[in-house]
Every structure is written in structure tokens, then in C-alpha cells.
């Protein structure tokens, strides 16, 4: 499967942004998908993940409440709803793919999106 993510811009402290993560591939209801984000040299943290089938989502600590991710199989597209921006959610933002549910290491995903850029003025 191949991704690419976009989505990424400039916004206030407070505001939102979208970010979309589409996919190719007629079997992409078959992966479970995650978004990553990166700041300067800081590894790659896991910010969201969703099943193959949108059932079920995870969170990390730091967006859980203010980010939502969500996906539509028919248009092969994932979606993270970022609301409540920070500044510290500026980072370049990647979404992943893989076959196996409940990764959350950026180690563990074998397909991967180019970044897009958030930046979070303050």
C-alpha cells in the first residue's frame, strides 16, 4: 500500500487542522493505520491509530480529547481531526500503515506516508 499525507499548515494556539492520509491499493481496508509525528531530531511519537475497520481508535496521552481519527474504506482515506492545536503539536506529522493491530512503535509499521508540516503559532 502507498500513502501520502497532507493536510498540514500553519494555525494559531487554539485553532484546528486536518490532516488526510490517502491511500492506494484496493486492500487498504485490510490495514490498521496510525498517525506519527516528528519535532526537529526528536524520534518519531505515536500520536493516533485506528483498526482495518474504524472500530476502534487509540490515543496518546498528550491529544486524547482534542484529536480524532477516523477513516472511510470506500475512499481509502484516514482522517486526524486536530482541534485545540498547541504549540507543542508542531512537529512534521506521517501516517503508517501495517496489517497488524494495537502497534505503537514508529519501528513496527512497514508502510509510510511522506510528512506533512503542522506548525502551532503561539
Known amino acids: 500500500v502507498q500513502l501520502q499525507a497532507f493536510g498540514g499548515g500553519l494555525v494559531q494556539a487554539g485553532g484546528s487542522l486536518r490532516l488526510s492520509c490517502a491511500a492506494s491499493?484496493?486492500?487498504?481496508?485490510?490495514?490498521?493505520v496510525a498517525w506519527f509525528r516528528q519535532a526537529s531530531e526528536n524520534e518519531r511519537a505515536f500520536v493516533a491509530s485506528?483498526?482495518?475497520?474504524?472500530?476502534?481508535?487509540v490515543y496518546a496521552d498528550s491529544v486524547r480529547g482534542r484529536f480524532t481519527i477516523s477513516r472511510d474504506n470506500a475512499k481509502n482515506t484516514v482522517l486526524l481531526q486536530m482541534n485545540s492545536l498547541k504549540p507543542e503539536d508542531t512537529a512534521v506529522y506521517y501516517c503508517?500503515?501495517?496489517?497488524?493491530?494495537?502497534?505503537?512503535?514508529?519501528?513496527?509499521?512497514?508502510?509510510w506516508g511522506q510528512g506533512t508540516k503542522v506548525t502551532v503559532s503561539s
Open positions: 491499493g484496493r486492500t487498504f481496508g485490510r490495514y490498521a
Open positions: 485506528i483498526t482495518d475497520s474504524g472500530t476502534s481508535a
Open positions: 503508517a500503515a501495517d496489517e497488524r493491530v494495537g502497534l505503537l512503535a514508529s519501528g513496527d509499521y512497514d508502510y
